[in-house]
């Protein structure tokens, strides 16, 4: 997704809507399992699906591709990233004052190296 420019998912995940509230200039996180945040970037397009046969797709899948194109600010080698234990989501809405800290953690990561 990093040389593609996009935060994308082809399988049906528990929160759509938290993708669909994406507007251009929010914060994205990319997060790898079992590693951590990766990346970070902002989103420069809203929520786009596209179906299976699409030509526009990232990927030639049968499931629908879910994507937000993005600006990628900072990309890291997973040594490097942020270490983070997430829930098994595909794409996670962190905007409330319960993440507040989590941004904040993050964002000092991400400059200060």
Not at 57 to 71: D, G, P
Request: glycine share 6%; charged share 25%.
């Amino acid at each position: 997704m990093h040389s593609e420019s996009y935060a994308a998912a082809w399988e049906s995940f528990k929160f759509p809507d938290h993708m669909r509230k994406v507007r251009i200039g929010d914060a994205i996180f990319m997060f790898a399992k079992g590693v951590g945040i990766i990346a970070i970037g902002r989103a420069k397009s809203l929520c786009e699906t596209l179906d299976a046969g699409n030509r526009n797709r990232l990927y030639q899948e049968n499931t629908r591709e879910w994507r937000v194109a993005v600006q990628w600010l900072d990309w890291r080698d997973p040594e490097d990233a942020y270490p983070w234990k997430a829930p098994n989501f595909t794409f996670w809405n962190i905007s409330g004052e319960r993440w507040s800290g989590l941004r904040a953690a993050v964002r000092e990561h991400f400059v200060r190296q």
